[in-house]
């Protein structure tokens, strides 16, 4: 089956773009490989008795199997000494998508029977048209029919829910506020990171905000520059191993940095110097030595973009949401996970296929991409 027609399937047939967990495609050296071999994955896992019914978490009582985490996770390659971060990686979107899947129930949007057959028969005249068929690609990726029509459904209820959110107004309001996330506005910056114990109390945590806040002194009184002082304080893992001056270049308000880190540069002014700004990481002195301004924007022309946007953006704060309230059980890994992973997934990836950028350890780069979700 072409590329084409399985990304055609793949796109139909899921509802979910939600940023978490796509560090699954950051384990180094991950790539994104071909869905075929997923087929595999499961013939070979039921002729050897494996039990794919085995559940690997509950999300509020529903339980969420192995079959579906090995589905999940043989789209990409996992090198040895991964498993354990691909794993969790997995089982958190996997969560995610069950949340969403009951805030949509709970919402009560009718979609109808006649309504997800005729998104079937459409897909399977795509399909034909491009001399493929349904049956094959349903079969390449190990999808039954009911399941795609289960997976339509809460696409077509997802649809619907965006749309009855997304009038012209909100997605106005939502540009004005983002409007750096569609100008093409960069920010050219640097910075000097502290690490932080993951379990630091804080007292702790305030110390290293002392102490960082006794370096931006320093740099402002003109004793030390901001690349001297980087170079000499930074725990960076990648500015230790190649002192750069915590230089970080020019970057995008979304898609290469994470959250707190990009909000907090695309707030500065060329030339300023924040507070410490904590992330995942630890906490960060950010300098803003440029900006080059993006386009100018026009709604009407961009209306799609502000909508996916938007879209993927309503996803996080829904399923941020329903977690703080979910009681979720996470079972221990099976001990034969990534061997079934492994027996569907031996082909090697496509030549070319793209790598994900490698920051070093500090660096704060986005872990999680978050793909556009439309209506």
Same mark, same amino acid.
């Given at each position: ?58 999300? @509020? ?34 969560? @995610? ?10 919402? @009560? ?129 990648? @500015? ?136």
């Amino acid at each position: 089956m072409s590329s084409s027609i399985r990304s055609r399937l793949a796109a139909l047939a899921s509802i979910m773009a939600l940023p978490a967990a796509a560090a699954i495609a950051q384990t180094q050296p991950a790539t994104s490989k071909p869905a075929a071999p997923a087929v595999a994955t499961a013939t070979a896992a039921q002729t050897k008795g494996a039990d794919l019914s085995e559940v690997v978490v509950n999300v @509020n009582g529903q339980p969420v199997s192995k079959r579906e985490l090995i589905k999940l996770l043989s789209q990409f390659q996992i090198p040895p000494g991964s498993e354990q971060r691909a794993f969790d990686s997995g089982i958190e979107l996997l969560v @995610n998508t069950k949340l969403l899947e009951q805030f949509l129930a709970k919402a @009560n949007l009718s979609v109808t029977k006649a309504d997800v057959e005729k998104t079937i028969s459409q897909e399977r005249a795509r399909l034909e048209q491009q001399g493929g068929s349904l049956e094959k690609a349903l079969a390449e990726t190990n999808t039954t029919v009911d399941e795609l029509r289960a997976e339509i459904a809460r696409s077509l209820q997802w649809r619907a829910y965006v749309t009855e959110k997304a009038t012209d107004s909100e997605l106005q309001d939502f540009l004005k506020k983002n409007a750096d996330v569609f100008s093409g506005t960069l920010v050219k910056a640097s910075h000097i990171l502290l690490k932080v114990d993951p379990k630091a109390t804080a007292e702790d945590k305030q110390k290293i905000q002392q102490k960082l806040a006794a370096i931006r002194q320093e740099i402002e009184s003109k004793k030390i520059s901001f690349a001297d002082a980087a170079n000499k304080y930074s725990e960076d893992d990648g @500015n230790v191993a190649q002192p750069s001056g915590g230089d970080l270049g020019f970057f995008p308000r979304r898609g290469q940095f994470i959250e707190p880190f990009a909000k907090a540069a695309f707030a500065m002014k060329k030339g300023e110097i924040s507070e410490p700004i904590e992330t995942e990481y630890g906490q960060h002195l950010i300098f803003v030595a440029d900006r080059k301004e993006g386009a100018t924007l026009d709604f009407d022309k961009i209306k799609n973009d502000v909508l996916n946007q938007y879209a993927a953006d309503l996803q996080t704060k829904i399923v941020e949401a329903e977690r703080k309230n979910a009681k979720i059980e996470i079972k221990p890994m099976p001990a034969d996970l990534f061997r079934l992973v492994q027996e569907g997934t031996a082909a090697p990836a496509a030549a070319g296929a793209a790598r994900p950028a490698q920051a070093g350890a500090g660096t704060p780069a986005k872990k999680a991409a978050a793909a556009p979700a439309g209506r």
